[in-house]
């Protein structure tokens, strides 16, 4: 969960947010990262999981755009900090 994750955040150098293929909501991941960024999370990316290689095997085609296309990052919340990491 990550009110876990929030508890080791400011002492990890790079966070990568897991979450599970065509299961999590863009919604969820961005409400996941804004919670990750209040506890000083160095969030780096989104790795997705449970792919089902049998129907993507050489590229992730048309559903793969439904993520890059939204940025978790650019929907946050302008916080008026810079971080250079």
């Known amino acids: 969960a990550v009110s ?3 508890a080791l955040a400011d002492s990890c150098g790079t966070v990568l947010l897991v979450t599970r293929f065509e299961t999590t909501s863009i919604a969820q991941v961005v409400e996941a990262t ?4 209040q506890a000083n999370a160095r969030v780096k990316g ?7 290689t049998d129907v993507y095997r050489y590229s992730l085609g ?10 978790y990052l ?3 919340p302008a916080s008026g900090e810079t971080r250079k990491d």
């Open 74 to 76: 650019d929907a946050l």
């Open 62 to 71: 048309a559903r793969a755009d439904l993520y890059r296309s939204a940025s």
């Open 4 to 6: 876990d994750a929030t």
């Open 34 to 37: 804004a919670q990750l960024k």
């Open 46 to 52: 989104v790795i997705f999981n449970g792919i089902d």
